[in-house]
């Protein structure tokens, strides 16, 4: 480790072969947990090389052996670099009220003159949105009126919206809607 900290290319070269497959590991794993493409592994294990190497080898100065071997603070810190990479490639999000009014413009429509076709919704998807809409309750007011969890009137709520936005020709998203089968079973 010395040598390696103090930039003698020889060290470095043995540093690299013998622990290459640490962290390109560490990689793939952060990589495969995330959901992503394992293509962006090798690009993010060159950046864990790089910050390793980075301000005269600053973190690997920061090494303890007497706190982890060199394969768990490896992984460790390949790990966290390729959590960082893949957060900041994540897509932004936008504060509604920095979103540009066209973005987020809804056609005026008077609700009493939307006509939702018979079976198209479940009973518990217009029970969940007469809640929501009509009664002007919260997820968390529907949900113990209901006797389920939040998360259960959210995901209702959202499943009825899919429908609707599809029945009447827009996903949300500018894109041509998806089919979405009515439902056999009304509850």
């Avoid at 009493?112 to 809640?131: F, K, M, N, S």
Wanted: net charge neutral; with cysteine; glycine share 6%.
């Amino acid at each position: 480790m010395p040598a390696l900290v103090a930039g003698v290319p020889a060290a470095w070269r043995r540093f690299v072969d013998r622990y290459a497959g640490v962290i390109h590991a560490a990689v793939r794993n952060a990589v495969a947990d995330s959901g992503r493409s394992i293509e962006d592994a090798t690009d993010i294990a060159q950046d864990v090389f790089v910050r390793l190497c980075k301000d005269d080898y600053r973190l690997l100065r920061q090494f303890d052996p007497a706190r982890a071997s060199i394969v768990t603070w490896l992984t460790l810190v390949a790990r966290s670099t390729a959590i960082d990479k893949l957060r900041r490639k994540q897509h932004r999000t936008v504060d509604i009220d920095d979103a540009p009014e066209a973005a987020v413009a809804i056609p005026a429509v008077e609700p009493e003159h939307i006509a939702i076709p018979p079976g198209l919704l479940t009973g518990r998807q217009a029970l969940v949105l007469a809640l929501l809409y009509d009664q002007d309750l919260d997820p968390a007011e529907a949900a113990g009126r209901l006797g389920v969890d939040v998360q259960t009137i959210r995901s209702t709520h959202h499943k009825a919206m899919v429908r609707l936005r599809h029945h009447f020709g827009t996903d949300g998203d500018g894109t041509a809607p998806t089919p979405v089968e009515p439902s056999r079973r009304q509850s």
